[in-house]
């Protein structure tokens, strides 16, 4: 049974999590919900880097002339090194995820401190960059998270709109559609280059969508590329 006490801790740790919900940050948080420049769409990819899969989105984007801001595991890194450095071999930006998916509302302040120092440190050896950007697994926050961040010099940012490509009924048509109900000028975009945190096969649906999201985003005359361009110092 928890104290008066011990129910106060809870709170004051899970409390960031309110921003998951995509109004409030919207609302009351726009730089961590990803609004930034308002000609600007940053395109972010999570949970890779995979050998199946990431090496496909970087040829769509490269068709293109795009680059993109990909949050990895450090655990997916760790067995995959050479695709860190591709990413940034080919413009690409790299921010940590995490080093396993696991919610971090279940995990101690040092194990948060640990592991995403532990990510943040990989891909510098890595790459030979350091990352800017984190964003939580399942996009949940906790204080131990935001102080852990601060202290590694990484910036959270979340995202205005999402393509739902991690379910198993996701289709081309499905994640395109759910992308444009919620894009608008200045968003952050996301969507999975893996499906290790997902239904088998499912970043085919995200792969097929990316061509028709940057033809969309050309129509509308929106700039599409990383989080290091999307942000200005006048964006509060």
Known sequence: MFTAAGSAVLLVHAAPAITALRGVRLALFPRLAGIGDRSHIALTFDDGPDPASTPRFMAALDQFGVRATFFVLGAMLARAPGLGRDLVAAGHEVAVHGWT??????????????????????????????????????????????????????????????????????????????????????????????????????????????????????????????????????IL
């Not at 101690?108 to 990352?131: M, N, S, V």
């Not at 919620?182 to 097929?208: E, Q």
């Open 101 to 234: 998916h696991d919610n971090l509302l279940v995990r101690t302040p040092a194990a948060t401190l640990a592991e995403l120092a532990r990510t943040r440190d990989l891909i510098e050896r890595l790459t030979g960059c350091q990352p800017h950007y984190f964003r939580p697994p399942y996009g949940v926050l906790t204080t131990a998270a935001l102080l852990a961040a601060r202290r590694l010099d990484l910036t959270p940012v979340l995202w205005t709109c999402w393509g739902k490509d991690w379910l198993e009924k996701s289709t081309p048509d499905s994640v395109f559609s759910t992308l444009r109900a919620g894009l608008s000028p200045g968003g952050t975009v996301l969507l999975h280059d893996s499906d290790c945190t997902s239904a088998p096969g499912a970043w085919r649906s995200a792969l097929a969508a990316v061509p028709r999201l940057l033809e969309h985003c050309a129509r509308q005359g929106l700039r599409v590329g990383a989080l290091a361009e999307h942000y200005r110092p006048t």
